[in-house]
Protein backbone atom coordinates (compact mmCIF):
# COMPACT_ATOMS: atom_id res chain seq x y z
CA UNK A 1 0.00 0.00 0.00
CA UNK A 2 1.26 3.45 -0.90
CA UNK A 3 1.68 6.55 1.82
CA UNK A 4 -0.89 9.62 0.92
CA UNK A 5 -0.11 12.92 2.84
CA UNK A 6 -1.80 15.08 0.61
CA UNK A 7 -5.27 14.95 -1.69
CA UNK A 8 -5.24 13.44 -4.95
CA UNK A 9 -8.08 15.70 -6.19
CA UNK A 10 -5.26 18.34 -6.68
CA UNK A 11 -3.87 15.93 -9.65
CA UNK A 12 -6.80 17.04 -11.64
CA UNK A 13 -5.73 20.94 -11.66
CA UNK A 14 -2.77 19.92 -13.22
CA UNK A 15 -4.22 17.56 -16.01
CA UNK A 16 -4.36 19.85 -18.48
CA UNK A 17 -4.52 19.82 -22.03
CA UNK A 18 -1.47 18.91 -24.39
CA UNK A 19 -2.33 21.35 -26.18
CA UNK A 20 -1.72 24.33 -24.04
CA UNK A 21 1.46 22.77 -22.60
CA UNK A 22 2.80 22.27 -25.86
CA UNK A 23 2.36 26.17 -27.04
CA UNK A 24 5.21 26.63 -24.71
CA UNK A 25 7.20 23.71 -25.55
CA UNK A 26 10.11 26.20 -26.82
CA UNK A 27 10.22 27.52 -23.65
CA UNK A 28 10.07 24.21 -21.63
CA UNK A 29 12.83 24.39 -18.36
CA UNK A 30 14.56 20.87 -17.82
CA UNK A 31 13.78 18.39 -14.83
CA UNK A 32 16.97 16.71 -13.43
CA UNK A 33 17.90 14.33 -10.98
CA UNK A 34 21.23 14.85 -9.09
CA UNK A 35 22.94 12.74 -6.64
CA UNK A 36 24.53 14.58 -3.55
CA UNK A 37 27.26 11.92 -4.01
CA UNK A 38 30.70 13.12 -6.47
CA UNK A 39 31.21 10.74 -9.55
CA UNK A 40 34.56 9.32 -9.46
CA UNK A 41 37.01 10.02 -12.89
CA UNK A 42 35.12 6.79 -14.20
CA UNK A 43 31.82 8.93 -14.01
CA UNK A 44 30.49 6.47 -11.55
CA UNK A 45 28.83 6.89 -8.12
CA UNK A 46 29.70 4.88 -5.41
CA UNK A 47 27.81 4.93 -2.58
CA UNK A 48 28.94 2.39 0.47
CA UNK A 49 26.29 0.11 1.42
CA UNK A 50 24.69 1.02 4.65
CA UNK A 51 24.68 4.75 3.83
CA UNK A 52 22.18 7.64 3.23
CA UNK A 53 22.43 9.46 -0.13
CA UNK A 54 20.18 12.29 -1.51
CA UNK A 55 18.00 12.73 -4.60
CA UNK A 56 17.38 16.39 -5.85
CA UNK A 57 14.70 16.80 -8.38
CA UNK A 58 16.58 20.39 -9.98
CA UNK A 59 14.40 22.73 -11.84
CA UNK A 60 16.79 24.05 -14.52
CA UNK A 61 16.71 27.94 -15.23
CA UNK A 62 13.31 28.92 -17.05
CA UNK A 63 12.35 32.13 -18.99
CA UNK A 64 8.72 31.23 -17.61
CA UNK A 65 7.97 32.28 -14.24
CA UNK A 66 6.96 28.80 -12.50
CA UNK A 67 5.34 28.32 -9.14
CA UNK A 68 4.46 24.48 -8.79
CA UNK A 69 5.69 21.03 -10.31
CA UNK A 70 4.40 17.84 -9.98
CA UNK A 71 6.33 14.86 -10.69
CA UNK A 72 6.35 11.02 -10.84
CA UNK A 73 9.50 8.66 -10.11
CA UNK A 74 10.14 5.20 -9.26
CA UNK A 75 13.22 3.62 -7.62
CA UNK A 76 14.93 0.32 -7.40
CA UNK A 77 13.27 -0.97 -4.42
CA UNK A 78 16.03 -3.60 -3.51
CA UNK A 79 18.88 -1.49 -3.65
CA UNK A 80 17.38 2.04 -2.65
CA UNK A 81 14.97 1.95 1.10
CA UNK A 82 12.96 5.98 0.67
CA UNK A 83 13.31 7.52 3.91
CA UNK A 84 12.46 10.79 3.45
CA UNK A 85 10.62 13.39 1.06
CA UNK A 86 11.54 17.51 1.86
CA UNK A 87 10.30 20.41 -0.64
CA UNK A 88 12.48 22.75 -1.85
CA UNK A 89 11.85 25.27 0.75
CA UNK A 90 13.10 23.37 3.37
CA UNK A 91 16.35 23.31 1.84
CA UNK A 92 19.18 25.41 3.15
CA UNK A 93 21.17 26.53 0.55
CA UNK A 94 18.26 26.87 -2.16
CA UNK A 95 16.75 30.50 -2.22
CA UNK A 96 15.27 30.04 -5.77
CA UNK A 97 13.14 26.99 -4.00
CA UNK A 98 11.55 28.55 -1.38
CA UNK A 99 8.55 28.57 -4.03
CA UNK A 100 7.99 24.68 -3.31
CA UNK A 101 6.35 25.18 -0.06
CA UNK A 102 3.27 23.87 -0.16
CA UNK A 103 3.29 19.53 -0.42
CA UNK A 104 -0.11 18.98 -2.88
CA UNK A 105 0.19 15.75 -3.46
CA UNK A 106 2.98 12.87 -1.53
CA UNK A 107 2.12 9.20 -2.88
CA UNK A 108 4.69 6.71 -1.85
CA UNK A 109 4.10 2.80 -3.11
CA UNK A 110 6.97 1.30 -0.85
CA UNK A 111 6.56 -2.35 -2.61
CA UNK A 112 6.54 -0.94 -5.94
CA UNK A 113 8.88 2.32 -5.68
CA UNK A 114 6.03 4.75 -7.08
CA UNK A 115 6.59 8.31 -5.92
CA UNK A 116 3.59 10.67 -7.10
CA UNK A 117 4.60 14.66 -5.61
CA UNK A 118 3.44 17.83 -6.23
CA UNK A 119 4.72 20.89 -4.42
CA UNK A 120 4.54 25.06 -5.24
CA UNK A 121 2.58 27.86 -4.25
CA UNK A 122 -1.35 27.22 -3.79
CA UNK A 123 -3.06 26.98 -7.21
CA UNK A 124 -6.18 28.42 -6.62
CA UNK A 125 -4.55 31.96 -5.25
CA UNK A 126 -3.36 32.38 -8.82
CA UNK A 127 0.37 31.46 -8.06
CA UNK A 128 1.24 34.89 -7.66
CA UNK A 129 5.09 33.66 -6.43
CA UNK A 130 7.41 32.30 -8.67
CA UNK A 131 10.92 31.56 -9.40
CA UNK A 132 12.77 31.19 -12.76
CA UNK A 133 15.18 28.84 -11.15
CA UNK A 134 17.80 26.97 -11.26
CA UNK A 135 16.29 25.15 -8.07
CA UNK A 136 15.53 22.11 -6.19
CA UNK A 137 11.91 20.91 -5.82
CA UNK A 138 11.92 18.45 -3.46
CA UNK A 139 14.94 16.07 -1.97
CA UNK A 140 14.67 12.53 -1.62
CA UNK A 141 16.85 10.69 0.78
CA UNK A 142 17.42 6.92 0.40
CA UNK A 143 18.97 4.24 2.52
CA UNK A 144 21.63 1.95 0.31
CA UNK A 145 20.59 -1.21 1.60
CA UNK A 146 21.62 -3.39 -1.55
CA UNK A 147 25.32 -4.43 -3.29
CA UNK A 148 26.94 -4.31 -6.72
CA UNK A 149 24.49 -2.58 -9.02
CA UNK A 150 21.64 -0.70 -8.42
CA UNK A 151 19.90 1.16 -11.59
CA UNK A 152 19.00 3.79 -9.03
CA UNK A 153 15.93 6.48 -9.40
CA UNK A 154 13.88 7.21 -13.06
CA UNK A 155 11.16 9.70 -14.25
CA UNK A 156 8.32 7.30 -14.72
CA UNK A 157 5.28 7.58 -17.39
CA UNK A 158 2.33 9.31 -16.01
CA UNK A 159 -1.56 9.92 -16.77
CA UNK A 160 -1.84 13.56 -15.39
CA UNK A 161 2.49 13.80 -16.62
CA UNK A 162 4.89 15.43 -14.90
CA UNK A 163 4.35 18.72 -15.08
CA UNK A 164 4.88 22.41 -14.12
CA UNK A 165 3.10 25.15 -13.53
CA UNK A 166 3.64 28.88 -14.69
CA UNK A 167 1.97 32.14 -13.35
CA UNK A 168 -1.26 32.94 -15.12
CA UNK A 169 -2.45 28.87 -14.53
CA UNK A 170 -0.65 27.84 -17.88
CA UNK A 171 0.90 24.45 -17.54
CA UNK A 172 4.34 23.26 -18.99
CA UNK A 173 5.64 19.69 -20.19
CA UNK A 174 9.45 20.05 -18.85
CA UNK A 175 11.89 18.57 -21.06
CA UNK A 176 14.84 16.31 -20.00
CA UNK A 177 18.64 17.91 -18.85
CA UNK A 178 20.02 14.56 -19.85
CA UNK A 179 18.87 14.66 -23.48
CA UNK A 180 16.15 16.52 -25.59
CA UNK A 181 12.50 15.11 -25.29
CA UNK A 182 10.59 14.29 -22.14
CA UNK A 183 11.60 13.81 -18.92
CA UNK A 184 8.98 10.35 -18.70
CA UNK A 185 11.71 7.37 -18.91
CA UNK A 186 15.08 9.08 -17.69
CA UNK A 187 17.16 8.40 -15.28
CA UNK A 188 19.78 9.68 -12.98
CA UNK A 189 23.26 7.59 -13.72
CA UNK A 190 22.97 4.10 -12.15
CA UNK A 191 24.91 3.41 -9.14
CA UNK A 192 27.63 0.86 -8.42
CA UNK A 193 27.07 -0.10 -4.28
CA UNK A 194 30.36 -0.54 -2.29
CA UNK A 195 29.44 -3.84 -0.28
CA UNK A 196 30.50 -3.50 3.54
CA UNK A 197 31.87 -7.36 3.53
CA UNK A 198 34.93 -8.34 1.84
CA UNK A 199 33.19 -12.15 1.07
CA UNK A 200 30.57 -10.05 -1.30
CA UNK A 201 32.44 -10.13 -4.95
CA UNK A 202 30.64 -7.39 -7.48
CA UNK A 203 31.05 -8.66 -11.27
CA UNK A 204 31.25 -5.05 -12.25
CA UNK A 205 33.00 -3.18 -8.83
CA UNK A 206 33.67 0.78 -8.60
CA UNK A 207 36.49 1.07 -10.81
CA UNK A 208 39.36 2.98 -8.85
CA UNK A 209 43.08 4.16 -9.53
CA UNK A 210 43.78 6.05 -6.25
CA UNK A 211 41.69 6.21 -2.61
CA UNK A 212 40.23 9.53 -3.51
CA UNK A 213 38.31 8.16 -6.51
CA UNK A 214 36.09 6.09 -3.61
CA UNK A 215 35.88 8.70 -1.59
CA UNK A 216 32.26 9.34 -0.85
CA UNK A 217 32.58 12.93 1.42
CA UNK A 218 31.31 11.40 4.16
CA UNK A 219 32.76 11.34 7.56
CA UNK A 220 30.83 8.47 9.57
CA UNK A 221 31.94 5.74 7.08
CA UNK A 222 35.24 6.51 7.56
CA UNK A 223 37.92 6.27 4.57
CA UNK A 224 37.39 4.06 1.48
CA UNK A 225 40.38 2.75 -0.30
CA UNK A 226 41.44 1.70 -3.64
CA UNK A 227 42.51 -1.73 -3.24
CA UNK A 228 43.53 -3.61 -6.51
CA UNK A 229 41.47 -1.03 -8.64
CA UNK A 230 38.38 -1.46 -6.91
CA UNK A 231 36.96 0.73 -3.87
CA UNK A 232 36.81 -0.72 -0.70
CA UNK A 233 34.71 0.90 1.94
CA UNK A 234 36.06 2.30 5.25
CA UNK A 235 35.59 1.33 9.33
CA UNK A 236 33.35 3.35 11.03
CA UNK A 237 35.06 6.36 12.28
CA UNK A 238 34.05 6.78 16.16
CA UNK A 239 33.38 2.64 16.69
CA UNK A 240 36.63 2.68 19.06
CA UNK A 241 36.14 5.77 20.53
CA UNK A 242 35.39 7.48 23.96
CA UNK A 243 32.25 9.00 22.12
CA UNK A 244 30.82 5.92 20.56
CA UNK A 245 28.41 8.09 18.32
CA UNK A 246 29.20 9.34 14.89
CA UNK A 247 27.25 12.56 13.37
CA UNK A 248 27.63 13.55 9.87
CA UNK A 249 26.47 16.83 9.93
CA UNK A 250 29.57 17.80 12.35
CA UNK A 251 31.86 15.07 11.18
CA UNK A 252 32.30 14.62 14.94
CA UNK A 253 31.52 12.33 17.70
CA UNK A 254 29.37 12.38 20.40
CA UNK A 255 28.17 10.78 23.55
CA UNK A 256 24.77 10.41 21.95
CA UNK A 257 22.34 11.24 18.84
CA UNK A 258 19.11 11.09 20.89
CA UNK A 259 18.08 10.35 24.16
CA UNK A 260 17.91 6.21 23.51
CA UNK A 261 21.73 6.84 23.71
CA UNK A 262 22.16 8.02 26.63
CA UNK A 263 19.28 5.81 28.55
CA UNK A 264 21.05 5.68 32.00
CA UNK A 265 18.96 2.84 33.47
CA UNK A 266 17.12 4.39 36.50
CA UNK A 267 13.41 4.54 36.71
CA UNK A 268 12.99 8.27 37.84
CA UNK A 269 15.07 9.90 35.31
CA UNK A 270 14.27 10.78 31.51
CA UNK A 271 16.64 10.82 29.13
CA UNK A 272 17.26 13.69 26.68
CA UNK A 273 20.62 13.92 24.24
CA UNK A 274 21.01 17.89 23.22
CA UNK A 275 24.61 19.10 20.97
CA UNK A 276 25.84 15.56 21.62
CA UNK A 277 25.73 14.99 25.42
CA UNK A 278 23.78 12.83 27.38
CA UNK A 279 20.94 14.56 30.10
CA UNK A 280 19.70 12.84 32.41
CA UNK A 281 16.79 14.58 34.23
CA UNK A 282 14.21 13.78 37.56
CA UNK A 283 10.82 13.19 36.38
CA UNK A 284 9.04 14.18 39.19
CA UNK A 285 7.40 17.19 39.15
CA UNK A 286 6.76 19.72 40.97
CA UNK A 287 9.41 20.95 42.44
CA UNK A 288 12.40 18.80 40.07
CA UNK A 289 14.02 17.03 42.34
CA UNK A 290 17.67 14.88 42.87
CA UNK A 291 17.08 11.60 41.10
CA UNK A 292 15.41 9.72 43.89
CA UNK A 293 16.68 6.24 42.77
CA UNK A 294 20.06 6.93 44.15
CA UNK A 295 19.12 7.06 47.72
CA UNK A 296 19.12 4.03 49.97
CA UNK A 297 15.66 3.83 50.93
CA UNK A 298 15.54 0.77 53.10
CA UNK A 299 17.59 2.44 55.44
CA UNK A 300 15.15 5.03 56.01
CA UNK A 301 12.39 4.07 59.41
CA UNK A 302 9.80 4.48 57.18
CA UNK A 303 10.96 3.83 53.13
CA UNK A 304 7.92 4.39 51.36
CA UNK A 305 7.27 7.90 53.12
CA UNK A 306 11.03 8.99 52.72
CA UNK A 307 10.41 7.83 49.05
CA UNK A 308 7.51 9.78 48.80
CA UNK A 309 9.22 12.72 50.20
CA UNK A 310 11.86 12.60 47.84
CA UNK A 311 9.00 13.06 45.02
CA UNK A 312 8.85 8.81 44.19
CA UNK A 313 6.12 6.73 45.22
CA UNK A 314 7.23 3.24 46.96
CA UNK A 315 10.93 1.95 48.06
CA UNK A 316 12.18 -1.01 45.90
CA UNK A 317 14.12 -4.13 47.76
CA UNK A 318 17.44 -3.06 45.83
CA UNK A 319 17.50 0.40 47.54
CA UNK A 320 15.93 2.55 44.90
CA UNK A 321 13.01 4.87 45.03
CA UNK A 322 10.41 3.92 42.70
CA UNK A 323 8.65 6.85 40.74
CA UNK A 324 5.56 5.91 38.87
CA UNK A 325 4.76 8.14 36.06
CA UNK A 326 2.46 6.05 33.51
CA UNK A 327 2.45 7.44 30.03
CA UNK A 328 0.04 9.96 29.23
CA UNK A 329 -1.33 11.74 25.48
CA UNK A 330 -1.90 14.80 25.02
CA UNK A 331 -3.39 16.63 22.03
CA UNK A 332 -1.81 20.27 21.58
CA UNK A 333 -3.70 22.76 19.54
CA UNK A 334 -1.01 25.89 18.43
CA UNK A 335 -2.79 29.15 18.09
CA UNK A 336 -3.43 32.20 19.85
CA UNK A 337 -6.10 31.34 22.99
CA UNK A 338 -8.44 33.66 23.77
CA UNK A 339 -8.37 33.56 27.92
CA UNK A 340 -11.88 34.69 27.85
CA UNK A 341 -13.38 31.30 26.10
CA UNK A 342 -10.48 28.80 26.14
CA UNK A 343 -10.70 28.96 22.17
CA UNK A 344 -7.90 28.62 19.93
CA UNK A 345 -8.55 31.78 17.23
CA UNK A 346 -8.27 30.73 13.34
CA UNK A 347 -9.34 32.91 10.15
CA UNK A 348 -10.98 30.56 7.62
CA UNK A 349 -8.63 28.62 5.75
CA UNK A 350 -5.34 29.01 7.60
CA UNK A 351 -3.87 26.21 8.98
CA UNK A 352 -3.94 24.51 12.63
CA UNK A 353 -1.50 22.66 13.69
CA UNK A 354 -2.25 19.65 16.14
CA UNK A 355 0.50 17.58 18.20
CA UNK A 356 -0.17 14.52 19.32
CA UNK A 357 2.59 14.33 22.60
CA UNK A 358 3.87 11.76 24.77
CA UNK A 359 4.52 13.07 28.91
CA UNK A 360 7.30 12.27 30.57
CA UNK A 361 7.57 8.81 31.76
CA UNK A 362 9.32 5.80 33.57
CA UNK A 363 8.07 3.50 31.14
CA UNK A 364 10.08 3.31 28.02
CA UNK A 365 7.61 3.58 24.92
CA UNK A 366 8.73 2.72 21.32
CA UNK A 367 5.85 3.03 19.31
CA UNK A 368 2.25 4.43 19.72
CA UNK A 369 -1.23 3.91 18.54
CA UNK A 370 -4.03 6.37 18.41
CA UNK A 371 -7.23 6.97 16.71
CA UNK A 372 -8.78 10.97 16.09
CA UNK A 373 -11.66 12.52 14.92
CA UNK A 374 -12.82 15.57 13.63
CA UNK A 375 -15.20 17.20 12.14
CA UNK A 376 -14.70 17.09 8.04
CA UNK A 377 -16.96 20.41 7.98
CA UNK A 378 -14.42 22.18 10.10
CA UNK A 379 -11.45 20.65 9.04
CA UNK A 380 -9.33 19.50 6.10
CA UNK A 381 -6.75 17.04 6.91
CA UNK A 382 -3.55 18.53 5.31
CA UNK A 383 -0.65 16.69 6.32
CA UNK A 384 1.26 14.69 8.88
CA UNK A 385 4.96 15.26 10.64
CA UNK A 386 6.49 12.55 11.89
CA UNK A 387 8.15 13.05 15.63
CA UNK A 388 11.55 12.55 14.28
CA UNK A 389 11.37 15.28 11.85
CA UNK A 390 10.34 17.64 14.31
CA UNK A 391 13.26 20.09 15.24
CA UNK A 392 13.67 21.17 19.06
CA UNK A 393 12.16 17.55 19.89
CA UNK A 394 14.53 15.06 21.05
CA UNK A 395 11.76 12.56 23.40
CA UNK A 396 10.38 12.15 19.80
CA UNK A 397 13.42 10.84 17.98
CA UNK A 398 11.76 7.14 18.08
CA UNK A 399 8.95 8.56 16.48
CA UNK A 400 10.37 8.28 12.93
CA UNK A 401 8.68 5.12 10.77
CA UNK A 402 4.93 5.72 9.74
CA UNK A 403 3.28 2.41 10.23
CA UNK A 404 -0.09 3.27 9.39
CA UNK A 405 -2.09 6.56 8.05
CA UNK A 406 -5.55 5.77 7.15
CA UNK A 407 -7.48 9.27 6.33
CA UNK A 408 -11.12 9.26 6.05
CA UNK A 409 -12.06 12.96 4.65
CA UNK A 410 -15.84 11.78 4.42
CA UNK A 411 -16.36 10.41 8.18
CA UNK A 412 -13.49 12.93 9.84
CA UNK A 413 -11.28 9.91 11.15
CA UNK A 414 -7.47 9.64 11.18
CA UNK A 415 -6.05 6.05 12.57
CA UNK A 416 -2.26 6.88 13.19
CA UNK A 417 0.59 4.01 14.19
CA UNK A 418 3.91 5.27 14.60
CA UNK A 419 7.72 4.13 15.81
CA UNK A 420 8.92 0.72 16.03
CA UNK A 421 6.98 -2.15 15.09
CA UNK A 422 3.50 -2.16 17.53
CA UNK A 423 3.83 -5.89 17.23
CA UNK A 424 7.02 -6.95 17.89
CA UNK A 425 10.05 -6.08 20.56
CA UNK A 426 12.38 -2.70 19.24
CA UNK A 427 15.22 -1.51 20.40
CA UNK A 428 15.00 2.01 20.45
CA UNK A 429 12.81 3.84 23.00
CA UNK A 430 11.94 7.30 24.88
CA UNK A 431 10.51 8.44 28.27
CA UNK A 432 9.78 11.54 26.74
CA UNK A 433 8.53 14.16 27.08
CA UNK A 434 8.02 14.53 23.50
CA UNK A 435 5.90 14.88 20.22
CA UNK A 436 5.16 11.72 18.66
CA UNK A 437 3.51 13.59 15.45
CA UNK A 438 2.37 16.79 14.01
CA UNK A 439 -0.77 17.34 12.29
CA UNK A 440 -2.05 20.10 10.25
CA UNK A 441 -5.59 20.59 9.19
CA UNK A 442 -7.37 23.42 7.13
CA UNK A 443 -9.49 25.27 8.94
CA UNK A 444 -12.79 25.19 6.14
CA UNK A 445 -15.81 26.00 8.83
CA UNK A 446 -16.77 29.20 10.66
CA UNK A 447 -17.35 30.50 13.95
CA UNK A 448 -16.87 27.27 16.57
CA UNK A 449 -15.97 24.26 15.71
CA UNK A 450 -16.36 20.50 16.84
CA UNK A 451 -13.26 19.71 18.65
CA UNK A 452 -10.46 17.45 17.34
CA UNK A 453 -10.46 14.49 19.68
CA UNK A 454 -9.19 11.31 20.77
CA UNK A 455 -12.27 8.06 19.33
CA UNK A 456 -12.91 5.34 21.21
CA UNK A 457 -11.57 2.49 19.10
CA UNK A 458 -11.32 -1.47 18.27
CA UNK A 459 -8.10 -1.78 18.32
CA UNK A 460 -7.58 0.88 20.69
CA UNK A 461 -5.06 3.39 21.51
CA UNK A 462 -1.95 2.02 22.56
CA UNK A 463 1.58 2.22 23.47
CA UNK A 464 4.52 -0.47 22.86
CA UNK A 465 7.34 -0.72 24.81
CA UNK A 466 10.56 -2.64 23.94
CA UNK A 467 9.70 -5.54 25.26
CA UNK A 468 7.12 -6.18 22.97
CA UNK A 469 4.10 -5.42 25.45
CA UNK A 470 1.88 -2.95 24.92
CA UNK A 471 0.44 -0.26 27.59
CA UNK A 472 -2.71 1.81 27.68
CA UNK A 473 -1.42 5.79 27.96
CA UNK A 474 -3.68 8.13 30.46
CA UNK A 475 -4.88 10.93 29.38
CA UNK A 476 -2.95 13.99 29.88
CA UNK A 477 -0.68 13.72 33.53
CA UNK A 478 -4.10 12.28 34.67
CA UNK A 479 -4.01 8.68 34.86
CA UNK A 480 -7.83 8.55 36.32
CA UNK A 481 -9.00 9.62 32.84
CA UNK A 482 -9.41 7.47 29.42
CA UNK A 483 -7.39 9.01 26.88
CA UNK A 484 -10.12 8.19 24.44
CA UNK A 485 -12.79 10.83 26.19
CA UNK A 486 -10.36 13.58 25.94
CA UNK A 487 -10.08 16.28 23.32
CA UNK A 488 -7.66 19.05 21.72
CA UNK A 489 -8.16 22.88 22.92
CA UNK A 490 -12.24 24.15 20.86
CA UNK A 491 -11.23 26.31 17.99
CA UNK A 492 -13.36 29.29 16.69
CA UNK A 493 -12.81 30.45 12.83
CA UNK A 494 -13.15 34.00 12.21
CA UNK A 495 -15.26 33.78 8.79
CA UNK A 496 -14.37 35.70 5.59
CA UNK A 497 -17.44 36.52 4.74
CA UNK A 498 -18.76 39.79 6.25
CA UNK A 499 -22.35 38.25 5.87
CA UNK A 500 -21.89 35.30 9.02
CA UNK A 501 -22.67 36.71 12.20
CA UNK A 502 -21.06 34.33 15.28
CA UNK A 503 -21.92 33.78 18.84
CA UNK A 504 -18.72 32.53 20.34
CA UNK A 505 -19.27 29.84 22.91
CA UNK A 506 -23.25 30.16 22.85
CA UNK A 507 -23.56 26.60 21.42
CA UNK A 508 -21.16 24.84 23.94
CA UNK A 509 -23.31 26.83 26.89
CA UNK A 510 -26.35 25.21 25.06
CA UNK A 511 -27.56 29.02 24.15
CA UNK A 512 -29.33 30.04 21.14
CA UNK A 513 -27.51 30.59 18.02
CA UNK A 514 -29.08 33.38 15.93
CA UNK A 515 -31.22 31.48 12.91
CA UNK A 516 -29.06 33.95 10.13
CA UNK A 517 -25.88 32.58 11.32
CA UNK A 518 -27.06 28.82 11.26
CA UNK A 519 -28.07 29.05 7.87
CA UNK A 520 -24.96 30.75 6.26
CA UNK A 521 -22.73 28.68 8.57
CA UNK A 522 -24.55 25.55 6.81
CA UNK A 523 -23.67 27.04 3.19
CA UNK A 524 -20.31 27.97 3.84
CA UNK A 525 -19.60 24.55 5.80
CA UNK A 526 -21.48 21.97 2.71
CA UNK A 527 -18.58 20.44 1.51
CA UNK A 528 -18.62 17.64 -1.50
CA UNK A 529 -17.70 14.58 -1.17
CA UNK A 530 -13.71 14.11 -1.91
CA UNK A 531 -13.55 10.00 -0.70
CA UNK A 532 -11.52 7.92 1.82
CA UNK A 533 -7.30 7.98 1.34
CA UNK A 534 -5.68 5.08 3.05
CA UNK A 535 -2.74 3.98 3.93
CA UNK A 536 -1.26 0.92 5.22
CA UNK A 537 2.38 -0.13 6.33
Excluded at 448 to 475: H, M, V
Aim: net charge negative; with cysteine; charged share 20%.
Amino acid sequence: MGERLGCCALAVLWAMTAAGSAAMAGDAPTLCLEYDIPGNPSGVSCPVEGTTISVDVVLGPSVLPICGAQFFLEYDTVGLVLQSITPGAELPGNPEGAIFSQVLISEIEFFTGAISFAAGGALDAGCNDATHGPAVIARLEFLVRGTCESWGVCFRGNQPPTLLAATGGSKVLPTSCFGPGPVAGTCAPPLRIIPRSDEVVCADPCPCEIDTDCDDERFCDGDERCVDMVCRPGTDSCETAALPMCNENTDSCAECLTGADGRDGLRCTFDQCFDGVIFNTDITDPPPQPAVDHFDCTAEADPNAFCQSMGGDVCNVDGSCECVEPPGLCLTTTGVIDVSTGFVQLSQFSIVTVDVELTATDTPVCAAQFFLRYSPFDFEFFDLTPGSDIPGNPGGQVFGTLLMLNVDDDAGTIDVAIGDDIFSQCANATMGPGIIARLRFRAIGTCETEDICFRTNNPRTLFGQPDGSKLIPSACNNADIDVEDTCAPPVFIDPRDPNIICVPTLSRQGGAILVLAMVMAILVRFKPTTGNHQTEA
